[in-house]
């Protein structure tokens, strides 16, 4: 089985604008997580989404949002970028919600500039 | 509010020698426990979760509520162990928020 698939990898942006990034789960899992991993503030949870909807949001603003589809793909939509945005973001996914073991992705390495 | 701390950002034993990373943590009600590795150049990856009481690669956990701990150990720490830990703790049945300690970086020398 393929693992968790995170696009893109690494991308560059500037203040002020908007990026969206991509995690495609391992297959017939339906939970998806995702979390940002910073030097300063360590793994911090964003949000999960299950069955489309989103379950739980973690303590970020509301600049961050995302998405589930059918297919249990998701997609985090970060806008109006700051500096301090610059982070890996992690996709986790699970075969079920509370199932225990979360697999990551490589991440998607942000860079704002 | 859940909390989890690793007090150690860096460890380092020689090979064959006991290797503890401690993990506390805080929180008021019944948590769930885990370890996640990260090896070089590896994703984030499970170790084990309390609720097994397994032992995964030669590590243990044990969960003490009383000092809410939950730290790891090995008897005999190998080069392949050297890697990033992390403890985490999910307070809420069915939901896939983990609370993450910032790790700790273990090097085990030959």
């Known amino acids: 089985k393929a693992g968790v698939t995170q696009t893109p990898r690494y991308l560059i942006k500037t203040r002020g604008q908007q990026v969206t990034l991509s995690c495609s789960p391992i297959s017939g899992h339906r939970s998806v997580s995702w979390y940002q991993q910073t030097p300063g503030q360590g793994l911090q949870f964003l949000f999960e989404y299950f069955s489309e909807t989103q379950r739980n949001k973690g303590n970020f603003p509301g600049r961050f949002s995302g998405r589930q589809f059918s297919n249990s793909r998701s997609e985090m939509n970060v806008s109006t970028l700051e500096l301090g945005d610059s982070a890996l973001y992690l996709c986790?996914?699970?075969?079920?919600?509370?199932?225990?073991?979360?697999?990551?992705?490589?991440?998607?390495?942000?860079?704002v500039l | 509010a859940q909390r989890v701390t690793q007090p150690e950002k860096l460890l380092s034993v020689f090979k064959g020698a006991p290797v503890e990373l401690k993990c506390n943590y805080s929180y008021s009600g019944s948590p769930e426990l885990f370890w996640y590795v990260q090896y070089s150049r590896q994703r984030l990856q499970l170790l084990l979760r309390h609720i097994s009481r397994e032992s995964i690669k030669g590590f243990t956990a044990d969960l003490n509520k009383g000092e809410t701990s939950f730290h790891l150990k090995k008897p005999f720490a190998q080069e392949e162990d050297s890697a990033m830990y992390y403890c985490a703790l999910r307070s809420q049945g069915g939901s896939e928020k983990l609370v993450f300690g910032k790790g700790t970086k273990l090097t085990v020398n030959p």
Request: aromatic content about 10%; overall charge negative; cysteine-free.
């Open chain 1, 92 to 111: 986790a996914s699970s075969l079920d919600r509370g199932a225990g073991e979360l697999f990551f992705g490589e991440g998607s390495r942000l860079t």
